[in-house]
């Protein structure tokens, strides 16, 4: 995700700071050579202060393993998996502890970070329930 900050203007300048997060280093960087050549074609001037970790899914997850038959023990169906940056958490936990296995899981939300941001709570009654459900068959 590329997420614009704050936006301070100058008499012959415009400052504008992202935050970019992903949850793999080769997107990320991606991205940010998206924001140079913008930059770049319009003459400006960039500056990387602080980059987050990328948190990278683990393949062999076991956490992950247990989350996906406890969804399927509820619902009866599969899980869906979709993997997303989750944020800055979890590239910093799994920075400072390697070995911390790590799964991101959440209710319905629309319009994020915006005015009109909206949560599902018949789906977040569902994760709480596949929360308390994943803790006890840990």
């Not at 009109?116 to 929360?131: G, M």
């Amino acid at each position: 995700s590329l997420n614009m900050g704050n936006i301070t203007t100058f008499e012959n300048m415009i400052h504008i700071h992202y935050l970019i997060r992903f949850f793999n280093t080769e997107e990320k960087e991606k991205i940010y050579r998206n924001i140079l050549h913008g930059i770049n074609r319009l003459q400006g001037q960039v500056s990387q202060l602080y980059t987050y970790p990328c948190w990278e899914q683990n393949p062999d997850s076991k956490l992950e393993n247990v989350l996906s038959r406890t969804f399927e023990s509820i619902y009866h169906i599969p899980l869906k998996h979709k993997y997303s940056p989750g944020g800055t958490e979890y590239g910093i936990f799994s920075q400072n502890i390697p070995c911390l296995d790590i799964v991101a899981f959440g209710p319905i939300r629309e319009n994020i970070h915006t005015p009109e941001e909206a949560l599902d709570i018949a789906s977040f009654d569902r994760v709480y329930q596949l929360l308390t459900t994943l803790l006890k068959n840990l």
